[in-house]
T-cell receptor, first 110, second 114 residues
C-alpha cells in the first residue's frame, strides 16, 4: 500500500532533550512538509522540501531542524531550543494539488 | 498577512439534513481552494479542490462553492450521516504544481446526531 508513515505515534521527552520524528513515504512525491497542530489552531508549517537535498523554513521553524537526504524520508528534529514543543506533528507529501498526510506523532514534553 | 477564518464553534445537525460550513479569507486572492477532513488524532484527508473559475464543484454528497468577490467558500454535505462527524479544514492556495505551500484554516467541527 502506498502512503505516508510516521513514527512513533506517541513520544515523551524530558525538557532539554532533542528528539527526532520519522516520516517516510512511498508515493514517489518530490515535495514533503512538516506541520504542527495545537488545540484550537490550524496547521502551521514548520519546514518544507521541494526536492531531495533542499528544504526551506516555514512559518514556525525556530527550534526545529530537518534533513532530506532521500526522496522517501524527511525526518524532523525537535531541539531543546523549541520553547513549547508539546503538540501534534503531521508530515505530508504532495504531487499536483492535494497533500497526503501521515497519521501524526503526538509529542509530550514532561 | 493572509487570514483564513472558519467558524470555531461546532456545528450540530440532525442526520439527513444538509450541513453548510464556511471559509472566509482576507488579504489573499487564491486561485484554488481545497477542503480536507480530519478525524480526532489523525491526519487530514483531501476531499475536494475548486478553482477560481469554477463556481461550484460536486463529489457524491459534497458540494463546494467559491465566491472570489465575497472571498468565501461554502462546503455542503447533503443527507448528512453520523459518519460525517469530523473537523473540516479549508486551505486556499495559488499553486498548481507538485509543491503546495498551503495555509490552513482552524477548521470547523461537525457533529451529526442520529
Amino acid at each position: 500500500d502506498g502512503g505516508i508513515t510516521q513514527s512513533p505515534k506517541y513520544l515523551f521527552r524530558k525538557e532539554g532533550q532533542n528528539v527526532t520524528l520519522s516520516c517516510e513515504q512511498n508515493l514517489n512525491h518530490d515535495a514533503m512538509y512538516w506541520y504542527r497542530q495545537d488545540p484550537g489552531q490550524g496547521l502551521r508549517l514548520i519546514y518544507y522540501s521541494q526536492i531531495v537535498n533542499d528544504f526551506q523554513k516555514g512559518d514556525i521553524a525556530e527550534g526545529y531542524s530537518v534533513s532530506r537526504e532521500k526522496k522517501e524520508s524527511f525526518p524532523l528534529t525537535v531541539t531543546s531550543a523549541q520553547k513549547n514543543p508539546t503538540a501534534f506533528y503531521l508530515c505530508a507529501s504532495s504531487i499536483r494539488n492535494e497533500q497526503f498526510f501521515g497519521p501524526g506523532t503526538r509529542l509530550t514534553v514532561l | 498577512s493572509q487570514k483564513i477564518e472558519q467558524n470555531s464553534e461546532a456545528l450540530n445537525i440532525q442526520e439527513g439534513k444538509t450541513a453548510t460550513l464556511t471559509c472566509n479569507y482576507t488579504n489573499y486572492s487564491p486561485a484554488y481552494l481545497q477542503w480536507y477532513r480530519q478525524d480526532p488524532g489523525r491526519g487530514p484527508v483531501f476531499l475536494l479542490l475548486i478553482r477560481e473559475n469554477e463556481k461550484e464543484k460536486r463529489k457524491e454528497r459534497l458540494k463546494v462553492t467559491f465566491d472570489t468577490t465575497l472571498k468565501q467558500s461554502l462546503f455542503h454535505i447533503t443527507a448528512s450521516q453520523p459518519a460525517d462527524s469530523a473537523t473540516y479544514l479549508c486551505a486556499p492556495s495559488n499553486m498548481n504544481t507538485g509543491f503546495q505551500k498551503l495555509v490552513f484554516g482552524t477548521g470547523t467541527r461537525l457533529l451529526v446526531s442520529p
